[in-house]
């Protein structure tokens, strides 16, 4: 089984703390994402992954940055967190795949709130 | 920029009954349309879908693709507590996996 795991599950940061977020994968796979989930809003893609040391932006990457130093690591940073950067926060990892197993193993999610 | 639309926002059944939730889309480069249910924790993976009018089914639950029409349906019968969830629709696009989410569906089942 795929197993993708984050580093917390509930965070509580002030405003302007740096923020780290940690995803670990096992199934060896190319491509990582890092989402955020908001009532409503359905998940928006913030960055993604194909590779070590490669990142592409998503949808809404303002005020936020990633790492990919390893394969099964990726980590999501808020340089300067704010208020509106309160949201559940999901990371995914896929196969670079042309067949049909490349759907998206999700993470449990980290809860964060910033006051 | 890439669209997709659940509907309905939420709904409450009982057990037993059916139900069919929607999903329309708008990509430019379709590659395909997956369907995951989430409870309290991580979205778990239900369908891929890429081809039109060819039916996934899974036990109770089923799904259909139309790219003509550009939208699909999920189909769950003799629906249980268990199924109370958020059913989430997203269409992946031929830029490397990446996934367009819709702002999802909640199903609450009541005894």
């Known amino acids: 089984d795929v197993k993708v795991t984050q580093s917390s599950r509930y965070l509580v940061k002030r405003t302007g703390e740096k923020v780290f977020l940690e995803c670990v994968q096992d199934m060896d796979h190319e491509n990582m994402f890092w989402y955020r989930q908001d009532p409503g809003l359905g998940l928006r893609l913030i960055y993604f992954?194909?590779?070590?040391?490669?990142?592409e932006k998503g949808d809404i990457p303002e005020g936020y940055s990633v790492s990919r130093e390893k394969k099964e690591r990726f980590s999501l940073i808020l340089e300067s967190a704010s208020t509106n950067q309160t949201s559940m926060y999901l990371c995914?990892?896929?196969?670079?795949?042309?067949?049909?197993?490349?759907?998206?193993?999700f993470g449990p999610g980290t809860r964060l709130t910033v006051t | 920029e890439d669209k997709v639309v659940q509907s309905p926002l939420s709904l409450v059944v009982h057990e037993g009954d059916t139900v069919t939730l929607n999903c329309s889309y708008e990509v430019t480069n379709f590659r395909s349309l997956l369907w995951y249910k989430q409870e309290k924790k991580a979205p778990t993976f239900l369908f891929m879908l890429?081809?039109?009018?060819i039916e996934k089914k899974s036990g109770r639950l089923s799904s259909i693709l139309d790219k003509k029409e550009l939208f699909s349906i999920l189909n769950i019968t003799a629906t249980q507590t268990g199924d109370s969830a958020v059913y989430l629709c997203a269409v992946e696009n031929n830029a490397g996996n990446m996934l367009t989410f819709g702002g999802g569906t909640r199903l609450m089942v009541k005894p």
């Open positions: 890429t081809s039109s009018g």
């Open positions: 992954s194909y590779d070590v040391k490669m990142k």
């Open positions: 995914a990892s896929s196969l670079r795949s042309s067949g049909s197993r490349r759907e998206q193993y």
